[in-house]
């Protein structure tokens, strides 16, 4: 016998069973794409250092690896000690100071003056209009100066921006300076959408060792975190007031033994321990070259997030 108007459907019950276990999938969903998410940035990170890798390796064979010393730091640069660090030399090799790529003359200054013939007249380098030297020994003429640029990386690969694109206030950097930044890109308060800038550190190969508690403390480490202070010492470009790890002492020795650990290479530390010498000779990455850090997702430096140049490999902390 049939009932008329007996319709079949999901009862309440049901329907909040089944939207439960939707909530659960979701749940257990969405912290998986998240960490893929996180995973491909962290390939596109990499494949952005490669770029810049293979870029520094031609510009070495033309002029040796970029220095990377701020010209603000002591001793200061004669012809010009406006702020310049190891991250505004890095996009000026690659790019140029001005995006036209890199000119041989350069002197690494953020005005792009260098004394090109010796006289106590600089001459500004990276002008389209050419240039002469004061005593007429050094000509340039527009064509000239334009043909001798360099650009050893494409622009789309270098994410190359100004500090007046990242930072509000860009204390007592030049406000076009160029940076290249990492590809944690976000709507910056200026207005553009960028990532933070990569840090470049050149290794200084004429010292042996990375130990900031040594009798010569960080002046004679391979790596010198000043190279890259007044940046850091910029906090983070939401908020200046928010200072990263890797500097929130203003340099002191905390932050140098932050520093320390991020790039030193334990695994030969381990293997060179003695009774003589107990903590092991401490040896960073990439002691011949240079080290690249990205602040990672987080926009910190310092952090377990921040990517690097190299592989820490079975060693990771």
Not at 164 to 188: A, H, M, P
Not at 259 to 268: A, G
Not at 296 to 312: C, H, S, V
């Amino acid at each position: 016998m049939k009932f008329a108007g007996k319709t079949k459907g999901f009862t309440i019950v049901e329907m909040l069973t089944v939207m439960g276990i939707i909530a659960i999938l979701i749940g257990l969903l969405v912290p998986a794409l998240n960490q893929v998410k996180d995973y491909s940035k962290q390939i596109q990170q990499k494949a952005q250092f490669h770029s810049i890798d293979v870029a520094l390796e031609m510009f070495k064979n033309e002029f040796g690896y970029p220095e990377s010393k701020d010209n603000a730091i002591a001793p200061v640069n004669t012809i010009d000690a406006t702020i310049y660090c190891g991250a505004n030399k890095l996009a000026e090799a690659l790019v140029g100071i001005d995006l036209l790529g890199f000119h041989p003359k350069s002197g690494s200054t953020a005005t792009g003056y260098n004394n090109i013939d010796g006289d106590t007249t600089p001459e500004m380098v990276y002008n389209p209009s050419g240039f002469t030297s004061s005593d007429g020994t050094y000509t340039e003429t527009a064509a000239q100066n334009i043909a001798t640029r360099r650009k050893f990386i494409d622009l789309e690969n270098a994410n190359a921006f100004q500090m007046q694109d990242i930072y509000v206030d860009y204390g007592s950097f030049l406000k076009s300076s160029f940076v290249l930044c990492d590809v944690y890109s976000k709507k910056r308060a200026p207005g553009k959408k960028t990532g933070m800038p990569i840090l470049y550190f050149r290794a200084r190969t004429n010292y042996q060792f990375q130990d900031y508690t040594d009798a010569g403390k960080i002046t004679d480490d391979i790596y010198y975190l000043l190279d890259n202070a007044y940046l850091l010492d910029l906090g983070t470009p939401e908020d200046a007031l928010i200072k990263h790890p890797l500097y929130a002492n203003a340099g002191a020795a905390a932050d140098q033994k932050t520093f320390e650990d991020m790039i030193l290479n334990k695994q030969v530390q381990n293997a060179t321990k003695t009774t003589a010498n107990p903590t092991g000779v401490k040896r960073p990455y990439r002691t011949d070259s240079y080290i690249l850090i990205s602040a990672g997702k987080d926009g910190l430096y310092g952090t377990g997030d921040d990517i690097f140049n190299f592989d820490k490999g079975s060693e990771q902390q």
